[in-house]
């Protein structure tokens, strides 16, 4: 089991790290200089009469004493010299605490108990990852005030493609807890498998637990399996255990019981729920399967009592009920769901999943209980209470808000952490896309497209871990770590006081306490070869770092870096007048390991000189939507016929476009100012492709989730004609284009740079 406060490994060196590495960044954090010495025998002191307290010092001295041999004996009263003092009062926001260090003691004082756990994580952090081979420890002093940004601060695990026992959950949450972390959202069911005990229909552990195989990775058309059966569920005792041990280290979890659609296991152990006879199978193939629940009284009955068994076992406020990827071809063809329909006056197949929404939504709130879906719930109107996550990008949660809902950021472009990180080649497999530690960094939980008034239902935000081809532990890890890291920092931390690169620099600390305790993590990519660069001079100066402790190795040639290749330690010159160069880093850790290669390749450009433009110009681009039979690629444009013609201000999916199979084309001349390398950023879901008098500076064509494509164009100032190609297959959406220069933040292109012609 992992250790909430701090994890010691004897008789080993200290990472050579900065003093203050702590995640997520605090508030403030004042240095005073000079130090506290902690001995074996430093005293922690808490108020008397307070047993949470008491309970808190154990969760975080228990392991301290366990990893040194320290005694570190607890006492009540007053706070005196030479100790740690743990206290709880006085106003201020939930979750907030102070701690201060100095030559006297160390005190936590939080608004809640919550806050002084809180300090003590970060207390925890200003110790070494090892314990000392000497009889103390120096803790540097310093003052700092701390308390989140987001009262929902989250992570998801997906069990039901993937079973993991209770021991792994009970880590999860520990690691959850360590980074601040406050919510849980455990995804207990799904088509492959229901993974908790219901009392009432035994049929869900004995039947839906288990599947008869296993679709062997992407291996669906034609389908080819492992055929070994698979399955497990929780019992009620240990999901009581779980929430019992999480609600301890002030997490809350929150189940989610899918509905209407991702319901074939259910409807394999029940199939007199579904809209046709059956039978039905366990799933054994990802994806979305056309059975859903079908809107009857049976139905609703089953939920029912499937949900008052769900709200016994875990005492939170939300119940997550899914509501996303729901199939209405059934319903279509359901004389039973076109009755619910006519006797409702419902005028679609949106409205009634609406309906089925809202009616549980209504059950919930009589038991005291909200309701969170995935954005899908949107459709077809919503229940005033009703929360909504946000993972088809953060259009989903902008429209939300505007109603006048709480949302959850999720969007898939930054928080699914079930995509690559890295070059698939040189990845394990994954679901596909692309967030890496820094674009999960990067992400703003408020759209700026927001209100004031409307920013404050932006609850937090929380990343998921969908396990279709994670079938381990140890995979699972990889995942996460370390880009539950980045997320702490987002949803912790003020805004205008976070940066990648100090975020970087505080890495290691956290990487080697991973390592102490065997938890299996992703080594972070060298810093300084995100993408391929352009310069207008003959040379480029190039500086790397690692956001982990090792050694970076590199070549110039575009080899793989060997443990022999020359070592990095200091910025390196490349000349380009001889033609391109590639460099390809990797970082050696301390034990030898490699970690994953990037490569960038530096050029040397000329400018590309403007058009001339004799036409008279407005602000904005011109947008063609196409309709298309079939959708592989941005070509198809070429094949498809304009259906439609708008002008528009910005390079983004206008609001009139169908769910699926379309493409747009954007056109429109750029204004550049002043000469220069500019670098853009175009993500989308699916393929887009980005072109400069038809010169392709970014492609990002295919058919792949959310994910971004930068790069580089150096351009004359002046006008210069500009299109983007943008094709959607369904599913999910995304299209942004975005530029920067000379270090400036990512904006968008907007109507302040781009003009079209007046026709």
């Known amino acids: 089991m992992f250790l909430v406060a701090v994890t010691l490994a004897a ?3 200290s990472s050579p790290a900065s003093p203050f590495n702590v995640i997520p960044r605090p508030r403030t954090l004042t240095p005073l200089g000079g130090s506290f010495e902690l001995g074996s025998e430093t005293p922690i002191i808490v108020d008397e009469g307070d047993a949470e307290l008491s309970r808190l010092v154990e969760l975080w001295a228990g392991p301290l004493r366990s990893a040194t041999s320290w005694s ?8 005196g010299p030479d100790a740690i003092c743990l206290t709880v009062g006085g106003t201020g926001p939930a979750e ?3 701690l201060t260090v100095d030559r006297a003691g160390v005190r936590v004082a939080g608004t809640d108990h919550a806050g002084v756990f809180y300090g003590l994580q970060t207390l925890s952090q200003m110790l070494p990852v090892r314990a000392p081979n000497t009889a103390a420890v120096r803790i540097p002093a310093a003052v700092i005030e701390d308390g989140p940004r987001f009262s929902y601060r989250g992570m998801h695990l997906d069990v039901g493609r993937h079973f993991f026992g209770p021991e792994f959950v009970k880590r999860y949450i520990d690691q959850l807890a360590r980074y601040k972390m406050n919510r849980f959202h455990w995804h207990l069911t799904e088509d492959q498998g229901w993974r908790i005990e219901i009392e009432r229909y035994p049929r869900l552990t004995e039947v839906a637990a288990w599947r008869a195989e296993t679709q062997v990775e992407k291996n669906s058309d034609p389908f080819v399996g492992d055929g070994e059966p698979y399955g497990g569920f929780y019992t009620k005792d240990e999901i009581r255990e779980i929430v019992a041990y999480a609600a301890e280290r002030y997490v809350t979890i929150i189940p989610e019981i899918e509905m209407p659609g991702h319901s074939m296991a259910a409807l394999a152990a029940y199939p007199e729920l579904a809209c046709t006879e059956g039978p039905f199978d366990v799933g054994t193939r990802w994806g979305v399967y056309e059975d859903v629940y079908c809107p009857t009284e049976e139905t609703f009955e089953f939920l029912e009592n499937v949900l008052t068994e769900v709200m016994d076992l875990f005492p939170g406020e939300y119940v997550h009920i899914g509501g996303d990827e729901a ?7 359901s004389p039973g769901a076109q009755e619910v329909m006519e006797r409702e006056g419902l005028a679609d197949t949106d409205e009634l999943q609406s309906w089925f929404i809202r009616r549980v939504a209504r059950f919930l709130n009589e038991h005291g209980r909200r309701l969170i879906g995935w954005d899908e719930i949107l459709e077809g109107g919503l229940a005033p209470d009703a929360t909504v996550m946000s993972w088809r990008g953060t259009q989903g949660g902008i429209d939300a808000a505007r109603e006048g809902h709480d949302v959850i950021m999720t969007p898939n472009s930054h928080l699914y952490f079930d995509h690559y990180q890295g070059d698939p080649e040189a990845e394990p497999l994954a679901i596909g896309g692309f967030s890496p530690l820094e674009q999960v960094y990067s992400f703003e939980p408020v759209p700026p497209e927001l209100r004031q008034d409307e920013r404050q239902h932006v609850l937090g935000a929380q990343a998921n871990v969908w396990t279709e081809y994670l079938r381990t532990e140890d995979q699972v890890e990889y995942m996460v770590f370390p880009r539950l890291f980045a997320l702490s920092e987002v949803v912790w931390s003020p805004a205008a006081e976070r940066s990648f690169t100090d975020f970087a620099r ?9 390592t102490a305790e065997g938890i299996r993590y992703r080594t972070p990519d060298v810093i300084g070869l995100e993408r391929d660069r352009l310069t207008t001079d003959d040379h480029y100066r190039l500086a790397l770092s690692a956001p982990v ?8 040639d575009g080899s793989e870096p060997t443990a022999d290749s020359p070592a990095y330690d200091k910025p390196i010159e490349l000349d380009l007048e001889n033609g391109p160069v590639t460099v390809t880093a990797r970082v050696f850790l301390p034990d030898g390991r490699p970690g994953p290669s990037r490569s960038a390749r530096f050029e040397q450009v000329g400018l590309r000189p403007p058009a001339l433009v004799s036409a008279a110009l407005e602000p904005g681009l011109r947008v063609e939507l196409f309709e298309l039979r079939r959708v592989r690629g941005v070509s198809d444009l070429d094949r498809g016929e304009v259906v439609r013609r708008e002008e528009t201000e910005s390079v983004e999916l206008p609001s009139w476009t169908p769910e699926e199979n379309f493409g747009l084309r954007f056109r429109g001349y750029l204004l550049v100012p002043e000469d220069g390398v500019y670098t853009f950023r175009l993500t989308s879901d699916d393929g887009a492709v980005l072109r400069f008098a038809n010169i392709t500076v970014l492609d990002h064509d295919g058919l792949h989730g959310a994910s971004a494509r930068v790069g580089d164009v150096a351009l004359s100032a002046g006008f210069h004609p500009m299109e983007v190609r943008y094709v959607q297959a369904g599913g999910a959406t995304a299209l942004r284009l975005e530029w920067s220069a000379d270090g400036i933040d990512f904006q968008p292109v907007d109507a302040s740079q781009v003009s079209r012609v007046i026709r």
């Open 96 to 98: 907030h605490y102070g």
């Open 327 to 333: 199939p209405k071809e059934r319903w279509e063809q």
């Open 72 to 79: 570190l004996p607890v006492a009540t009263g007053p706070c």
């Open 11 to 13: 008789c080993a060196p």
């Open 506 to 514: 505080r890495l290691p600390w956290h990487l080697d306490r991973l």
């Open 549 to 556: 402790r090792g050694t970076i190795r590199l070549t110039r």
